[in-house]
Protein backbone atom coordinates (compact mmCIF):
# COMPACT_ATOMS: atom_id res chain seq x y z
CA UNK A 1 0.00 0.00 0.00
CA UNK A 2 0.74 3.62 -0.01
CA UNK A 3 3.15 4.85 2.88
CA UNK A 4 5.38 7.54 3.61
CA UNK A 5 8.42 7.51 6.29
CA UNK A 6 10.20 10.68 7.22
CA UNK A 7 13.01 11.24 9.57
CA UNK A 8 12.12 11.05 13.57
CA UNK A 9 12.59 14.02 15.57
CA UNK A 10 13.06 16.09 16.93
CA UNK A 11 15.32 18.31 14.87
CA UNK A 12 17.20 20.84 16.66
CA UNK A 13 19.15 23.75 14.83
CA UNK A 14 20.72 26.92 15.85
CA UNK A 15 19.57 29.91 13.66
CA UNK A 16 21.10 30.27 9.78
CA UNK A 17 22.04 26.28 10.05
CA UNK A 18 20.96 24.34 6.79
CA UNK A 19 17.90 22.30 7.10
CA UNK A 20 17.49 18.87 5.81
CA UNK A 21 14.49 16.16 6.84
CA UNK A 22 14.09 13.36 5.20
CA UNK A 23 11.49 12.08 3.12
CA UNK A 24 10.59 9.20 1.26
CA UNK A 25 7.76 7.30 0.49
CA UNK A 26 5.98 3.59 -0.95
CA UNK A 27 2.97 4.42 -3.71
CA UNK A 28 1.53 3.03 -6.57
CA UNK A 29 0.71 5.43 -9.70
CA UNK A 30 2.11 8.32 -9.76
CA UNK A 31 1.45 10.46 -6.88
CA UNK A 32 1.89 13.88 -6.11
CA UNK A 33 3.84 15.07 -2.84
CA UNK A 34 3.78 17.60 -0.86
CA UNK A 35 5.22 18.95 2.89
CA UNK A 36 3.27 20.13 5.24
CA UNK A 37 4.08 22.57 8.59
CA UNK A 38 1.99 22.74 11.18
CA UNK A 39 2.79 25.51 14.12
CA UNK A 40 1.96 25.07 17.71
CA UNK A 41 -1.63 25.26 18.06
CA UNK A 42 -2.70 25.36 14.79
CA UNK A 43 -3.92 23.30 11.81
CA UNK A 44 -1.64 22.64 9.05
CA UNK A 45 -0.79 24.73 6.10
CA UNK A 46 0.64 23.42 2.47
CA UNK A 47 4.02 24.42 2.59
CA UNK A 48 5.21 23.23 -1.14
CA UNK A 49 4.17 20.61 -3.38
CA UNK A 50 5.75 18.49 -6.56
CA UNK A 51 2.99 16.59 -9.10
CA UNK A 52 5.67 14.87 -10.85
CA UNK A 53 9.04 13.38 -11.11
CA UNK A 54 11.98 16.17 -11.65
CA UNK A 55 9.13 19.14 -10.21
CA UNK A 56 10.95 21.46 -7.76
CA UNK A 57 8.22 22.86 -5.14
CA UNK A 58 9.66 25.74 -2.92
CA UNK A 59 8.22 28.02 -0.37
CA UNK A 60 9.08 30.93 1.83
CA UNK A 61 12.87 29.51 1.42
CA UNK A 62 12.37 25.73 1.57
CA UNK A 63 12.38 23.37 -1.53
CA UNK A 64 12.12 19.98 -1.76
CA UNK A 65 12.38 18.29 -5.18
CA UNK A 66 10.05 14.96 -6.73
CA UNK A 67 12.75 12.07 -6.85
CA UNK A 68 11.35 9.02 -8.63
CA UNK A 69 14.60 6.93 -8.64
CA UNK A 70 14.63 7.18 -5.20
CA UNK A 71 11.30 7.74 -3.91
CA UNK A 72 12.15 10.18 -2.49
CA UNK A 73 11.26 14.19 -1.02
CA UNK A 74 13.69 15.58 1.31
CA UNK A 75 12.82 19.28 2.52
CA UNK A 76 15.87 21.55 2.51
CA UNK A 77 16.37 25.08 3.57
CA UNK A 78 19.65 27.29 3.78
CA UNK A 79 19.65 29.14 6.62
CA UNK A 80 16.72 28.59 9.05
CA UNK A 81 15.06 31.04 11.33
CA UNK A 82 13.17 30.82 14.87
CA UNK A 83 9.85 31.18 13.17
CA UNK A 84 10.42 27.99 11.41
CA UNK A 85 10.05 25.94 14.54
CA UNK A 86 7.20 23.56 13.65
CA UNK A 87 6.05 20.59 13.11
CA UNK A 88 6.63 19.51 9.31
CA UNK A 89 4.72 16.73 8.02
CA UNK A 90 5.52 15.10 4.30
CA UNK A 91 2.25 13.41 2.23
CA UNK A 92 1.50 11.79 -0.58
CA UNK A 93 -1.76 11.83 -2.52
CA UNK A 94 -2.86 9.30 -5.84
CA UNK A 95 -5.57 11.41 -6.65
CA UNK A 96 -7.87 9.06 -4.81
CA UNK A 97 -8.73 11.99 -2.37
CA UNK A 98 -7.04 10.55 0.47
CA UNK A 99 -3.64 11.95 1.51
CA UNK A 100 -1.11 9.51 3.15
CA UNK A 101 1.19 11.88 5.89
CA UNK A 102 4.37 10.68 7.00
CA UNK A 103 4.46 10.94 11.28
CA UNK A 104 6.11 14.52 11.05
CA UNK A 105 8.96 16.30 12.25
CA UNK A 106 9.28 18.53 14.88
CA UNK A 107 11.97 21.10 14.33
CA UNK A 108 13.31 23.12 17.11
CA UNK A 109 15.22 26.37 15.81
CA UNK A 110 17.10 28.04 19.16
CA UNK A 111 18.11 31.96 18.48
CA UNK B 1 -7.19 31.42 -1.94
CA UNK B 2 -9.31 28.70 -0.54
CA UNK B 3 -10.35 28.97 3.37
CA UNK B 4 -11.38 26.49 5.50
CA UNK B 5 -12.31 27.85 8.89
CA UNK B 6 -13.22 25.23 11.77
CA UNK B 7 -14.61 26.02 15.02
CA UNK B 8 -14.42 26.16 17.93
CA UNK B 9 -10.70 26.30 17.95
CA UNK B 10 -11.28 24.62 21.87
CA UNK B 11 -14.10 23.36 23.31
CA UNK B 12 -13.64 21.95 26.82
CA UNK B 13 -17.06 19.22 27.85
CA UNK B 14 -18.14 17.54 30.61
CA UNK B 15 -17.81 13.47 29.98
CA UNK B 16 -20.78 12.29 28.61
CA UNK B 17 -21.88 15.06 26.80
CA UNK B 18 -22.00 15.39 22.99
CA UNK B 19 -19.69 18.75 20.92
CA UNK B 20 -20.32 19.70 17.81
CA UNK B 21 -17.46 20.78 15.25
CA UNK B 22 -17.85 22.79 12.38
CA UNK B 23 -15.93 23.49 9.19
CA UNK B 24 -16.65 25.70 6.44
CA UNK B 25 -15.36 26.31 3.08
CA UNK B 26 -15.54 29.68 2.96
CA UNK B 27 -14.81 30.95 -0.80
CA UNK B 28 -14.84 27.82 -2.67
CA UNK B 29 -17.81 24.45 -2.87
CA UNK B 30 -16.05 21.37 -1.11
CA UNK B 31 -17.82 18.37 -2.75
CA UNK B 32 -16.19 16.34 -0.02
CA UNK B 33 -14.45 17.12 3.21
CA UNK B 34 -12.20 15.09 5.57
CA UNK B 35 -11.86 14.53 9.22
CA UNK B 36 -8.66 13.77 10.90
CA UNK B 37 -7.24 13.02 14.13
CA UNK B 38 -4.15 13.69 15.80
CA UNK B 39 -3.04 12.58 18.80
CA UNK B 40 -0.17 14.43 21.10
CA UNK B 41 3.17 14.21 18.49
CA UNK B 42 1.59 11.98 16.29
CA UNK B 43 0.53 12.22 12.30
CA UNK B 44 -3.13 12.82 11.27
CA UNK B 45 -5.33 9.73 11.25
CA UNK B 46 -7.89 10.12 8.52
CA UNK B 47 -11.96 9.66 10.39
CA UNK B 48 -13.84 9.75 7.76
CA UNK B 49 -14.68 11.52 4.10
CA UNK B 50 -17.73 13.54 4.00
CA UNK B 51 -19.72 13.55 0.92
CA UNK B 52 -22.11 16.31 0.44
CA UNK B 53 -25.43 15.25 0.43
CA UNK B 54 -24.81 11.60 1.53
CA UNK B 55 -23.77 9.55 4.42
CA UNK B 56 -20.31 9.95 5.57
CA UNK B 57 -17.10 6.87 4.72
CA UNK B 58 -15.88 6.05 8.00
CA UNK B 59 -12.05 4.69 8.38
CA UNK B 60 -11.91 1.17 9.62
CA UNK B 61 -12.03 0.93 13.32
CA UNK B 62 -13.56 4.50 13.65
CA UNK B 63 -17.19 4.31 15.28
CA UNK B 64 -19.67 5.66 13.31
CA UNK B 65 -22.37 6.16 15.88
CA UNK B 66 -19.79 8.33 18.11
CA UNK B 67 -18.36 10.45 15.62
CA UNK B 68 -21.13 11.75 13.84
CA UNK B 69 -21.06 13.48 10.68
CA UNK B 70 -22.75 15.68 8.64
CA UNK B 71 -22.31 17.48 4.97
CA UNK B 72 -25.32 19.06 4.39
CA UNK B 73 -24.23 21.59 2.14
CA UNK B 74 -21.33 21.89 -0.06
CA UNK B 75 -20.17 24.54 1.98
CA UNK B 76 -20.70 23.02 5.80
CA UNK B 77 -19.63 19.25 7.18
CA UNK B 78 -19.95 19.25 11.06
CA UNK B 79 -18.30 16.76 13.26
CA UNK B 80 -20.40 15.60 16.53
CA UNK B 81 -18.74 13.66 19.28
CA UNK B 82 -21.43 11.72 20.98
CA UNK B 83 -21.08 10.76 24.62
CA UNK B 84 -18.11 11.98 24.97
CA UNK B 85 -15.20 10.64 26.69
CA UNK B 86 -11.36 11.72 28.19
CA UNK B 87 -9.92 9.64 25.66
CA UNK B 88 -11.82 11.24 23.27
CA UNK B 89 -9.93 14.29 24.11
CA UNK B 90 -7.80 14.69 20.88
CA UNK B 91 -7.05 17.74 18.04
CA UNK B 92 -9.18 17.12 15.45
CA UNK B 93 -9.06 18.53 11.90
CA UNK B 94 -10.69 18.90 8.75
CA UNK B 95 -9.84 19.70 5.27
CA UNK B 96 -11.47 20.07 2.19
CA UNK B 97 -10.79 19.98 -1.63
CA UNK B 98 -12.74 22.07 -4.21
CA UNK B 99 -12.50 19.46 -6.88
CA UNK B 100 -10.86 16.06 -7.53
CA UNK B 101 -7.23 16.77 -8.67
CA UNK B 102 -3.74 15.86 -7.84
CA UNK B 103 -3.81 18.84 -5.67
CA UNK B 104 -3.03 19.73 -1.96
CA UNK B 105 -5.94 20.13 0.47
CA UNK B 106 -6.71 23.30 2.72
CA UNK B 107 -6.98 22.24 6.19
CA UNK B 108 -8.89 23.87 8.95
CA UNK B 109 -7.14 25.21 11.85
CA UNK B 110 -8.07 22.84 14.19
CA UNK B 111 -10.22 22.22 17.19
CA UNK B 112 -8.83 21.09 20.51
CA UNK B 113 -11.35 18.83 22.46
CA UNK B 114 -10.64 18.03 26.54
CA UNK B 115 -13.44 15.93 27.77
CA UNK B 116 -13.21 16.25 31.90
Known amino acids: GNSVTQMEGPVTLSEEAFLTINCTYT??????LFWYVQYPGEGLQLLLK?????DKGSNKGFEATYRKETTSFHLEKGSVQVSDSAVYFC??????????FGAGTRLFVKA | GAVVSQHPSRVICKSGTSVKIECRSL??????MFWYRQFPKQSLMLMAT?????????EQGVEKDKFLINHASLTLSTLTVTSAHPEDSSFYIC????????????FGSGTRLTVV
Open chain 2, 50 to 58: SNEGSKATY
Open chain 2, 27 to 32: DFQATT
Open chain 1, 50 to 54: ATKAD
Open chain 2, 95 to 106: SAAASQSNYGYT
Open chain 1, 27 to 32: ATGYPS
Open chain 1, 91 to 100: ALDTGGFKTI
